[in-house]
Each structure stands twice: as structure tokens, then as C-alpha cells.
T-cell receptor, first 115, second 108 residues
């Protein structure tokens, strides 16, 4: 299994509070991704990174920001959490740009509940 | 219309049965196709890529029909351990788009 960890694994928070989720990899892969998974929607890309300090928006980026100061860490921040951000969040990594190698390896997920 | 559509199921089949899942995609510029497997409350994992000529990996066979924008997965001789959700995944450009998944339950 790819060396990807996510923290925390579970979190309950209140509306309006800031939340930061962390993804850590030991594979030295260049590309990292944040997805959310909701019933009826499948996995949707929030943000991705193609290198240290290089990030871009995905399909559902509103209300989220990311940072990547080191190759191994990719942080997802909800500046002011809302109930619509209750979801399971998955981090993924890939060795190369999609199209060169398409396989993405996923972390174990973070289950976030916003009350 | 969703970009990648799958029948959510569940498909309930007995052990040893053959079961097929289908997936349609809307973006004709899609370039790569995959099936991922996701166990309950776990992360998705790549099951197999799907090639135009069709490909097989043990009991699993994947087919692609670009003209109809249609992908299939056939599982032969189903095992209890095949119970999971199967995600159809399509790449266009540098983005992967995931279907909502088809749930399979294999019964003894």
C-alpha cells in the first residue's frame, strides 16, 4: 500500500469554525489531490497540487483552501465550516501527471461532521 | 446529466454467479478509463484500467466502447470477497471524474 496518512480520521466541529485536514505521504510523489465523497455524487475533486507551492482548483473548490509547503504534506482548510461541508474527505497521490501515469492512490479518509 | 453514470444497485448475486456492471460517460474527449473498488468505509483502490481492445485480469473483464461512450466490468465466479462498491472512473485532460459507484453484494 502507498504510504499515505490523513489526520484527523474523524472530526466533529461546529458551523463557523476553521478546520484543517492534513495529508501526509512518504512516497515523494509530486501530485497530490483532495476529494470529497458524498452519497449520490461520487468523488469530487476539491483542489490539487502539482508541486510545492503549486496548487489549482478542482470541481468543488468554493469554501476550501489548500497549502503545500513540503512535498510530503498537503493541507486542506475550511476557513469557516458549514453543514454542507459534512463529508468524507480523501487525499490521493500520483507519481506523475494524469496521462503519464493515471493511477491515483488514496489515503484512508477523514470523516468530517459539521453541526 | 452526470458526466459518469452508473446504476447504484445494489446487485445481489449468489456465490459463483457472473455479474456485469455498466457505466456511461458524457465527455467524448475522455482519454483513459478505469474501474476502482471501494470497500465500505475504506478508500478507493484501482482494480483495473480499461483498454479499447478489452482486457482481462483473472475473473475480471473490462470492455470499452468509445462509439457508445460505454464501459463495462464483468466478474465471473463471484466470491464473497468481491462484495464492494465498484467505481467507474474516466480521465479527460488532467482530471479524473468518478461515477457514483455500483454496489455489489455476493451472498453465500
Amino acid at each position: 500500500d502507498a504510504g499515505i496518512t490523513q489526520s484527523p480520521r474523524h472530526k466533529v466541529t461546529e458551523t463557523g469554525t476553521p478546520v484543517t485536514l492534513r495529508c501526509h505521504q512518504t512516497e515523494n510523489h509530486r501530485y497530490m489531490y483532495w476529494y470529497r465523497q458524498d452519497p449520490g455524487h461520487g468523488l469530487r475533486l476539491i483542489h490539487y497540487s502539482y508541486g510545492v507551492k503549486d496548487t489549482d482548483k478542482g470541481e468543488v473548490s468554493d469554501g476550501y483552501s489548500v497549502s503545500r509547503s513540503k512535498t510530503e504534506d498537503f493541507l486542506l482548510t475550511l476557513e469557516s465550516a458549514t453543514s454542507s461541508q459534512t463529508s468524507v474527505y480523501f487525499c490521493a497521490i500520483s507519481a506523475s501527471q494524469p496521462g503519464i501515469t493515471d493511477t491515483q492512490y488514496f489515503g484512508p479518509g477523514t470523516r468530517l461532521t459539521v453541526l | 446529466r452526470k458526466e459518469v453514470e452508473q446504476d447504484p444497485g445494489p446487485f445481489n448475486v449468489p456465490e459463483g454467479a457472473t455479474v456485469a456492471f455498466n457505466c456511461t460517460y458524457s465527455n467524448s474527449a475522455s482519454q483513459s478509463f478505469f474501474w476502482y473498488r471501494q470497500d465500505c468505509r475504506k478508500e478507493p483502490k484501482l482494480l483495473m484500467s480499461v483498454y479499447s481492445s478489452g482486457n482481462e485480469d483473472g475473473r475480471f473483464t473490462a470492455q470499452l466502447n468509445r462509439a457508445s461512450q460505454y464501459i463495462s466490468l464483468l466478474i465471473r465466479d463471484s466470491k464473497l470477497s468481491d462484495s464492494a462498491t465498484y467505481l467507474c472512473v474516466v480521465r479527460a485532460g488532467n482530471m479524473l471524474t468518478f461515477g457514483g459507484g455500483t454496489r455489489l453484494m455476493v451472498k453465500p
